[in-house]
């Protein structure tokens, strides 16, 4: 049974940083292209960064030059460095996997699999 399991969110005022973790189980997760997703209320779920299992990325233009997607395949971990960030870009924050190897941010949730839980981030003065 996969799991997957995000941290890291929180809190921040506009220009600061955070990084979001999810760690995961229960899939060969070197075999799996990984992407975070969010969501804002009253919106739709939509792609912000992806890495195929040879780590190529794709990033959605809103979030290009400010955020990092990283894996660590040594300790099936997802990673999200969040800097510069915006009010905009307040939402649940969901890690999501992939059982192929590609994968980019303009596929749809639906391509996704399996979901974690999900970390609120909430950007504020």
């Known amino acids: 049974q996969v799991q997957l399991v995000e941290s890291g969110g929180g809190s921040v005022q506009p220009g600061g940083s955070l990084r979001l973790s999810c760690a995961a189980s229960g899939l060969t997760y070197s075999s799996y292209c990984m992407g975070w997703f969010r969501q804002a209320p009253g919106q739709e779920r939509e792609a912000v960064a992806t890495t195929n299992t040879n780590a190529y990325t794709t990033y959605a233009d809103s979030v290009k030059g400010r955020f990092t997607i990283s894996r660590d395949n040594a300790e099936n971990t997802l990673y999200l460095q969040m800097n510069s960030l915006k009010s905009e870009d307040t939402a649940m924050y969901y890690c999501?996997?992939?059982?192929?190897?590609?994968?980019?941010?303009?596929?749809?949730?639906?391509?996704?699999?399996?979901w974690g839980q999900g970390t609120q981030v909430t950007v504020s003065s």
């Open positions: 999501a996997a992939k059982r192929y190897q590609y994968c980019t941010v303009t596929e749809s949730a639906a391509a996704f699999g399996d």
